[in-house]
């Protein structure tokens, strides 16, 4: 046994030398070949040491700098767009803020929420909104910094001096790729991390809230369930004479009970009512179903529900291996309306911001408006469609939504361009190009 394991050793240790000495003699070859090229273009490699090894020059690496310096104009332009946006998204955060706040106070007075979990949610809920809204800001903060330019004549001296297009450009990049680069991350990483936690905080608020038992003389409604629900008074922590009503379908359920509890059993909020009746009916129709009991359980409320089940929740890499293809396509296409609908709107700041030198500055932002709300509506029902695995969005997606965007940005922009007002003035046009041509 041990002379076959050394002759299988030496077997490999032979192998290899073989290999070690091809590899060496193709190597030699090798460098042999670069050697007789370098000796017949001996004057073309001297060339190129020099280039190389020369010291640079610090003009050259100023020109080839992929981060110039911002000038006096570029910073004057940011600061003014920078303060626009800032104001606008303010605004707008004030609106998500007031309107929220007043839903969830009303939720506080019913007893849905206790006061400590409102100003948790209302941070939850106003940031996801105004991820949502940020492109809307960028637009509407730079179109009002454009405006101000051209109302107070400061483009028209840009254009007298030659660098129109090369500031204009720059100022473009400046804002649209960082723009779309945290937008995209905020909508594909934030958002959903955002939704799931408003949803936790929403179920332990509801888990740990009464659903009225406790507050005895009042009638309560719970808006979800569509109960009203009285309770006469509470001897030893039992609440007594219980009346509850409920409706569902067309019909009502009135429900009286000699006593009830609420207790919460393996995740699942549950109400059990004890010695009563129940009638259910058709308001007008005499014939109503009478029920007694002496216990009747109720199940209120899942403190621990399945979140896959929920694609507005799930992560961009479980959405790209879904099986269910139109429900992952629809979230997936919805996360990247925002990010690519910030490019296609920064376009029509950039027309709408061009207005006349005594005209408001404000004028074009309600066609601003009007095209951002149509843009973001047309997603969702596409959104929507392809959800329901409609065959032509299945297909084309919310992509032919963005393609339109652009087009009218375009028609927009020649419009303003060749100062066109009219159906009129767009015939004569053409007829002018067909004459050139």
């Known amino acids: 046994m041990i002379m076959k394991i050394n002759s299988k050793y030496t077997k490999n240790i032979e192998k290899w030398l073989d290999i070690y000495e091809s590899c060496k003699l193709k190597l030699y070859q090798v460098q042999k070949k670069i050697i007789s090229i370098i000796l017949k273009n001996k004057t073309i490699c001297l060339v190129l040491c020099k280039k190389l090894f020369k010291k640079p020059n610090l003009s050259d690496l100023k020109n080839l700098s992929l981060n110039p310096e911002l000038t006096i104009l570029d910073k004057y332009m940011l600061k003014s767009f920078i303060f626009s946006f800032i104001s606008v998204l303010s605004v707008l955060i004030l609106v998500i803020v007031g309107r929220l706040f007043v839903k969830l106070l009303e939720l506080v007075v019913d007893g849905r929420f206790d006061i400590g979990m409102v100003f948790s949610l209302l ?123 409920s409706s569902e379908n067309n019909k009502i359920s009135i429900e009286t009970a000699e006593e009830g509890e609420e207790f919460l059993q393996d995740g699942v909020r549950r109400l059990v009512l004890k010695n009563g009746q ?47 293809r139109p429900f992952s396509n629809a979230e997936i296409q919805w996360r990247l309306f925002a990010p690519l609908s910030v490019v296609i709107l920064i376009l029509f700041a950039f027309v709408f ?8 500055k404000y ?75």
């Open 363 to 437: 004028s074009n932002l309600l066609s601003a408006i009007i095209i951002y709300f149509l843009y973001s509506n047309l997603v969702i029902v596409s959104v929507n469609q392809i959800q329901k695995e409609s065959l032509i969005f299945s297909i084309i997606g919310t992509w032919w939504v963005h393609f339109i965007a652009l087009l009218l940005c375009y028609t927009i922009y020649k419009l303003k361009k060749y100062q066109i007002k009219n159906p009129k003035e767009i015939l004569m046009l053409f007829k002018k190009l067909k004459t050139k041509n």
């Open 123 to 245: 941070f939850l809920s106003t940031s996801k909104s105004t991820i949502l809204l940020l492109p809307f800001a960028l637009m509407i903060g730079l179109i009002i910094c454009l405006s101000k330019f051209y109302r107070d004549s400061e483009i028209y001296a840009l254009k007298a001096s030659g660098n129109y297009k090369k500031v204009f450009t720059k100022f473009f990049i400046m804002i649209s790729i960082p723009s779309f680069a945290v937008i995209l991350l905020l909508n594909i990483f934030t958002s959903p991390y955002l939704i799931t936690e408003i949803q936790k905080k929403k179920i332990e608020a509801a888990s740990t809230s009464e659903i009225g038992l406790t507050n005895p003389g009042k009638f309560i409604q719970m808006k979800d369930k569509n109960w009203i629900i009285f309770v006469e008074n509470i001897e030893n922590d039992i609440s007594k004479r219980i009346f509850i009503k």
């Open 353 to 360: 911001g061009d207005v006349a030198p005594r005209q408001n």
């Open 278 to 324: 129940r009638y259910t009916g058709t308001p007008g129709n005499g014939n109503f179903q009478v029920m007694k009991y002496d216990e009747h359980e109720v199940k209120l409320l899942n403190t621990a529900p399945d979140f896959s089940l929920n694609y507005r929740m799930k992560n961009i890499f479980d959405l790209f291996v879904d099986e269910n």
